[in-house]
């Protein structure tokens, strides 16, 4: 399952963009990857890792603006066609396994 964050914060004040660089950072640090500028997804296990996620996205929100979260299913994210450009080559572990030796 993956989790898509899509954020939309204001930059109009010094206060404004701290707010949105330190929300940006807690999304890389939680495991976050970005799609787009302000679309972020991330790899869960299961529903209560989803809900989990959720929980921590809330408590680290930031003031203002609009912050949003979609559950997709690994086949409905599988499913995303690029109408233009390509995926990005990020060191991204898309696996579901549970030990995973590199």
Do not use: H, W
Request: proline share 4%; with cysteine.
């Amino acid at each position: 399952m993956r989790l898509i964050c899509f954020f939309d914060l204001p930059n109009n004040t010094a206060n404004d963009r701290k707010n949105y660089r330190l929300f940006r950072k807690y999304l890389i640090k939680d495991g976050y990857l970005p799609l787009q500028e302000s679309v972020y997804a991330k790899l869960v296990v299961n529903e209560g890792a989803a809900g989990n996620a959720i929980a921590r996205l809330r408590k680290n929100r930031p003031p203002s603006g609009l912050v949003q979260v979609l559950k997709v299913t690994e086949a409905q994210f599988s499913t995303m066609e690029y109408i233009t450009g390509n995926r990005r080559a990020y060191d991204e572990v898309d696996t579901m396994e549970e030990l995973l030796v590199l």
